[in-house]
């Protein structure tokens, strides 16, 4: 029984390995030709100002379309699984999903009503 999971096994060892050698390499193999440009903190572009040591405040609505993002995101996650099973769940899985897509769309209709989705 424990042999079939021999493969997934393999495949976590040659991640990790992977990863490893990958961190170990680096220094050893990159180029090392630092400048000031090289060494300053990467902004996009957009020149850094000066804030105090607490940080900037970012506004609520960032938290807010963070947080929708992860819910609506989550819902792609239990989808996937019920699609792969479709066929041995019948009638009661489908409604099943249909009682959790229809919960999902109203939480979608009422985040899109109070204007959630609207970015100022």
Known sequence: ????YVPILGLFALAAGFA???VAAAPLIGPRRYNRAKLDAYECGIEPVDQPLTGG???VKYYLTAMLFI???IEIVFLYP???TNDRLGMVGL????VFIGTVFIAY???WRRGGLEWD
Do not use: G, K, Q
């Not at 409604?95 to 249909?98: A, G, K, L, Q, R």
């Open 109 to 111: 209709a009422y985040v």
């Open 1 to 4: 029984m424990l042999s079939t």
């Open 57 to 59: 405040r970012f506004p």
């Open 95 to 98: 409604v099943e999903m249909v």
């Open 82 to 84: 019920w699609a792969v």
């Open 20 to 22: 490893i050698f990958s």
């Open 71 to 73: 819910v609506f995101d």
